[in-house]
């Protein structure tokens, strides 16, 4: 078992920067991949970034050159560095982890989400 939780959303300008944090405890182990997903009214929760336990990142087309993924091992904390802010960024922002299965496939746990406004 996995338990993520968020934090760092808020209101900010167009613009503007904001750092989201993901602090993960459990069976932290066996996680192959962490990452951040969005979901704002009326649309469908997409990928943002996400980060690999070998090492290796994946961005949305949106995001890239705006948004960069990191990790830290000794605090199990991931982060999102959202520069350049745009109000269509605006959403809910979820922490999540996904772990291998030998049988079974992957897995993925879900912080509860942490709300980003980007205003005008």
């Known amino acids: 078992q996995v338990q993520l939780v968020e934090s760092g959303g808020g209101l900010v300008q167009a613009g503007g920067s904001l750092r989201l944090s993901c602090a993960a405890s459990?069976?932290?182990?066996?996680?192959?991949?962490m990452g951040w997903y969005r979901q704002a009214p009326g649309k469908q929760r997409e990928l943002v970034a996400a980060i690999a336990k070998v090492g290796n990142t994946n961005y949305a087309d949106s995001v890239k050159g705006r948004f960069a993924i990191s990790r830290d091992n000794v605090k199990n904390t991931i982060y999102l560095q959202m520069n350049s802010l745009k109000p269509e960024d605006t959403a809910v922002y979820y922490c999540n982890a996904r772990v291998y299965r030998t049988v079974g496939g992957t897995y993925d746990y879900w912080g509860q989400g942490t709300q980003v406004t980007v205003s005008s």
């Open positions: 459990g069976t932290i182990f066996t996680v192959s991949s």
